[in-house]
């Protein structure tokens, strides 16, 4: 059986970025058996969505008390390091 993670997706705008980094994280993750519930949100917004998240993960920088797991990243921008991250997804979700 699949895990079931909530994961809260941020960037500048909660638009475009944190869209291409959502879809790119629960396609990679669903290979791997880990089914995620994503929200995306503005970086300004992130504090007040934290309610039953598992992990967020920004392409700008967040505040680091949050109280959850926080992944920062360009990778999916860039392509560069893009499975190390994958990889470091996927261990925090099974953590």
Same mark, same amino acid.
């Given at each position: ?25 629960? !396609?990679?993750?669903? !290979?791997?058996?880990? $089914?995620? $519930?994503?929200? +995306? ?9 934290? $309610?039953?998240?598992?992990? =967020? =993960?920004?392409?700008? +920088? ?27 997804? !996927? ?5």
């Amino acid at each position: 059986m699949a895990l079931q993670k909530n994961v809260l997706f941020a960037c500048g705008t909660g638009i475009a970025t944190s869209t291409l980094v959502s879809h790119a994280v629960t !396609e990679a993750m669903k !290979e791997r058996g880990i $089914n995620i $519930n994503s929200t +995306q949100c503005k970086a300004t917004e992130v504090r007040s969505m934290l $309610n039953g998240v598992d992990l =967020v =993960v920004s392409t700008t +920088q967040l505040p680091t008390d949050l109280g959850v797991p926080v992944i920062t990243t360009l990778a999916f921008l860039t392509g560069v390091g893009k499975a190390d991250v994958l990889d470091k997804i !996927e261990a925090t979700l099974r953590g």
